[in-house]
């Protein structure tokens, strides 16, 4: 199996050296492409020093087009399976197997690491926990089943959502906009609980004033495209 780690990363210069370790560490054999999101501060100099692909974007394309941006090169590079790892280090590599063995044993096409699925519970900033329970709500009765997770930026691809999310990824918050499509066009998607970090390193750039605008933004999105087209088949 060909791995690929797509790691989206704006501003991320102090946290990318231990995701990268942390990634090598355990999956020494698979390549990692950093996806640097016209940071201004040292993440593609450092993405350099680390010997990892690098995909230096010109300007600051938001994380859709950062993470398409490493999917386009997943696709074109014939991974077998593509891992969306953030570059905050947030994610943990431990974790991974988890993500790569539900895909293999439940024939999904695409696994989301859910921090709801695990006893503790998730802690964040309260306007984020109150959008990410909106969404759950909202997403899951438009699609006929439950999705704990949809912001969950931590997810492993097959070759055909690959192929299918090169070519139709959302742009602006684009997490539970990709469920939405992904369950729309048929693909098979299945939850995994897993456990993530806070960030490492930075400030997150989502404030509770931008949570309400996600939120708002996010319902309006999946509203129109879950009215395009029939539901995925769930994967149970």
Known sequence: MRLLFIVPAY???????????????HYPTADIVVVNDGSSD???AVARRLGVHLLDLPYNLGIGGA???GLLFAE??????????????????????ILLDALAVTGADVVIGSRFLQRAPYRGQRARRLGITVLRTVISLLLGRRITDSTSGFRAFNRAAIRFLARHYPQDYPEPES??????????????PVRMRERQAGRSSITPLRSLYYMAKVLLAVAIGASRGPEGRAVE
């Not at 790892?85 to 991974?96: L, P, T």
């Open 76 to 97: 074109r590079g014939g991974y077998d399976v593509a891992v969306q790892f953030d570059g905050d280090g947030q994610h943990r590599a431990d974790e991974v197997c």
């Open 67 to 69: 993470v398409q941006t």
């Open 11 to 25: 501003n991320e210069a102090a946290s990318l050296p231990g995701v990268v370790a942390d990634l090598r560490a």
């Open 179 to 192: 469920v939405v499509a992904l369950c729309r066009e048929g693909f098979r998607l299945y939850e995994a």
């Open 42 to 44: 040292d993440t593609a």
